[in-house]
């Protein structure tokens, strides 16, 4: 079992920047393929970014292409999400996941999910 916790999420204006980030415990020696997703009221889930924690490589929705990175600290068994040029539409709950010994998936096929991070931002 993995377990993941997110934090830095927040209030930023339009435009403004955040990092979230996601520390993974538990039983990652497994973990191949880290993930954000987010969710904003009244809608689905959505996938956003994904990293393969092997080699580095990224996907990101095309929605947040250009705007956001995601990136990896293998020592600290930590991801991160950093967040530029926030627009209200980026209003949401981020999850972190993470899947084990395949690769990456714009599908919610994750095996572990962290309880979230609300990012919020005003016009």
């Known amino acids: 079992q993995v377990h993941l916790v997110e934090s830095g999420g927040g209030l930023v204006q339009a435009g403004g920047s955040l990092r979230l980030s996601c520390a993974a415990s538990?039983?990652?020696?497994?973990?191949?393929?880290m993930a954000w997703f987010r969710q904003a009221p009244g809608k689905e889930r959505e996938f956003v970014a994904a990293i393969s924690w092997s080699d580095g490589s990224t996907y990101y929705a095309d929605s947040v292409k250009g705007r956001y990175t995601i990136s990896r600290d293998n020592a600290k068994n930590t991801v991160y999400l950093q967040m530029n040029s926030l627009k209200p539409e980026d209003t949401a709950v981020y999850y972190c996941?993470?899947?084990?010994?395949?690769?990456?998936?714009?599908?919610?096929?994750?095996?572990?999910w962290g309880q979230g991070t609300q990012v919020t931002v005003s016009p």
């Open positions: 538990g039983r990652t020696f497994r973990t191949s393929t």
């Open positions: 996941a993470g899947r084990s010994n395949r690769g990456i998936t714009t599908t919610l096929e994750y095996d572990s």
